[in-house]
Structure formats: C-alpha cells, structure tokens
C-alpha cells in the first residue's frame, strides 16, 4: 500500500471514527458528563472533510488551516482542563491550583517559543508566512505545556488511589496518549523541519484512529460509575495517601478563602 493510498484510508478512518464517537456520545447520554470531549468530535467531523476536498498546497489550504489551528488548541487547553476538572472533583483546592498554575505555564511557554522563533521572521516575508510562523509558535507553546500537565496527571493517578469512574481513567490515558503523539509531532517537525512530515503525519494519524477505536470500544454509560482502583500498596498505605491528600486540598481551600476577601475589599 502507497503512502498516498494509506494516508486516505487514515483520513477516512478518522472522519467515520468522529462521527461514529459524536453520535456514541450523544446517544449515550455522556456529552452531559464530557462536554468539551463531545464539541471537540462535533468539531472534528467538519475539519476532517475539507483538508480533503483541497489540494495541500494550495493557497485556500493554508488560509483554513490557519482558521482551524487555533481552534484546535483552544480545544486541547480545554480538554485538558476537563480532564483535571473530572480527576479533581473532589479536590477543588489542588483543581484550582493546578488550573492557575496550566494558564501560567502556557503564556510563558508560547512567550518563550514566540521569542524563539523571531530570527526566523524575515522583513520581507509575506504575511501570511509571519501569520504561519506565529501559530507554529503558539501550537509549540501550548503543547509543551499541556504535555507537561498531562504527565503531571499520569503521575498523580499512578501514586493517589483517587475514586474515579472507569470512564474518566479511559479518557484520561488515551487522551494522554493522543495528546502527547501530537506533542511528537511538533518535536519531530522542530528538529527535521519537512523531512520526515509524511512519516510523521502518518503516524500520528495511525495513533489517532488507535485512540479513536479504543474510546469507541471502551466508554460506556455503565463505566461511569465511580469505583475505587484495585488496591495495590495496601490499605493502610493508601488511607495515608488520601489523608495526605485531603490535608494539602483543605489547606489550599484555607489559602483561598483567605484571599478572597482581600480581593473583594481591594476593588472597594
């Protein structure tokens, strides 16, 4: 099978894989629990249709992709965060924390990639290729970031015995997975430039059909239901986790509350 002949056969994998996981979530009833999830497939139907109804080179091409881009990352920065919204429930605190300190880390990081990348900018570049490197800048800042918060995320589901539905746990590791082969990608194209997109693309579209397939098999009304993990550490171990953790997510809620009507006061 050509590259040309695969390439096809992924883009419509993930055109039918969209459409199929939007209707799955709708009809389940689960868009109510995932919102961001279900808008993003609604949003991924069309995106997928008219890249291909385009040639990739053309003007048209670049003007949609440099509409459609932002979008994207606006979809990942808030998939991410309900993803720490559902994990964090119960932990309003740490969920604060952690929404505060994601906003943060992406301004640095797309400020950082911006400066990076002002070399590149030529005066007699056309705009359109300043407009393009701009985005480019901004989609690394924002990866970096989020790729950062979504290993934070792993590591904290792999060590706190956090009550999560199946459902969230399957969300949370294939999202992970799909988001941090985006992040490959970006990697790839900063240090090969346009040698290797072809590989590259292909590949990232073999991963997201494998996550598409995965979310489409495994989530379900019944998986949403909370559970406790499988105990693993023992129970003794585990209950001074949680304790340790509920400490830390009063004491951020304490700092919180504290500040508040110090903000409230400043503004009179």
């Known amino acids: 099978m050509t590259s040309t002949v695969l390439v096809s056969v992924l883009k419509a994998i993930l055109l039918i894989g969209s459409a199929l996981m939007a209707f799955r979530l709708y009809r389940t009833g689960l868009y109510r629990l995932y919102p961001v999830f279900f808008a993003y ?15 990739g080179s053309s003007g048209l091409y670049q003007q949609i992709w440099l509409l459609t881009e ?5 979809f990942y920065i808030l998939m991410v965060r309900e993803l720490y919204r559902l994990v964090l429930a119960k932990y309003k605190g740490l969920y604060t924390l952690g929404r505060w300190a994601m ?3 992406m301004t640095v990081s797309v400020i950082i990639s911006a400066i990076s990348l002002l070399p590149t900018i030529k005066p007699s570049a056309a705009q359109r290729s300043k407009v393009m490197i701009y985005v480019l800048a901004t989609e ?8 950062i918060f979504i290993v934070l995320l792993i590591l904290f589901l792999s060590r706190y015995p956090v009550r999560l539905s199946r459902n969230v746990r399957v969300y949370a590791v294939i999202y992970s997975l799909f988001f941090l082969s ?5 990697l790839m194209r900063s240090l090969f430039g346009l040698k290797m997109v072809d590989e590259v693309n ?4 073999g991963v997201a059909a494998v996550c598409l397939v995965a979310w489409l098999l495994l989530l379900s009304p019944n ?3 909370l559970r406790l993990p499988e105990p693993t550490l023992g129970p003794q171990y585990e209950h001074r986790l949680l304790t340790q953790l509920d400490s830390l997510n009063a004491a951020l809620l304490k700092v919180g509350h504290r500040d508040a009507p110090r903000a409230i006061s400043s503004k009179r």
């Open 202 to 205: 292909i590949a990232l579209m």
């Open 223 to 225: 998986g949403a239901e």
């Open 140 to 147: 690394r800042g924002v990866n970096t970031a989020l790729s």
């Open 70 to 74: 932002p979008i994207v990352l606006g």
């Open 182 to 186: 985006n992040m490959f990608v970006v």
């Open 41 to 55: 497939f609604t949003f991924r139907i069309p995106n997928a249709i008219w890249p291909l109804l385009l040639n």
């Open 103 to 105: 906003y943060t880390a």
